[in-house]
């Protein structure tokens, strides 16, 4: 499981981080880093493809379920955006990720219920 936020600062800077867990709900692995000038979609969606390319190169590719509070990004994820939208082409990088894995849930969560990946 994935839990992810990203958040975009005063300045315009967006930072992002995730948390990874297991079948069990046990702890795995946290991660962050800094993405850049983006909105606030942009950051979400970029979490997600780090989380999901972190899962790529160090685990197995089984069932995955992804939890963000961005209810925009997940739409994307699960439904796709236009082609002149300014998330396509990160939501393309994501969808061909996607490809990879058994199985893949995206969730929209509500803010409270996310915090373990602040």
Request: hydrophobic share 40%; with cysteine.
């Amino acid at each position: 499981k994935l839990n992810c936020d990203g958040v975009v600062s005063n300045i315009n800077l967006a930072s992002c981080g995730g948390v990874l867990r297991d079948s069990n709900g046990s702890f795995i692995m946290g991660f962050a880093g800094m993405v850049g000038s983006c909105s606030v979609v942009q950051a979400e969606l970029w979490v997600i493809y780090h989380g999901l390319r972190i899962i790529k190169e160090r685990f197995l590719l089984a069932n995955i379920f992804i939890e963000s509070d961005s209810a925009e990004a997940v739409k994307f994820l699960n439904e796709g955006c236009s082609r002149n939208h300014p998330c396509y082409s990160l939501v393309n990088l994501i969808v061909r990720t996607i490809s990879n894995f058994h199985k893949l849930e995206c969730n929209h969560v509500l803010r409270e219920a996310n915090q373990c990946s602040r």
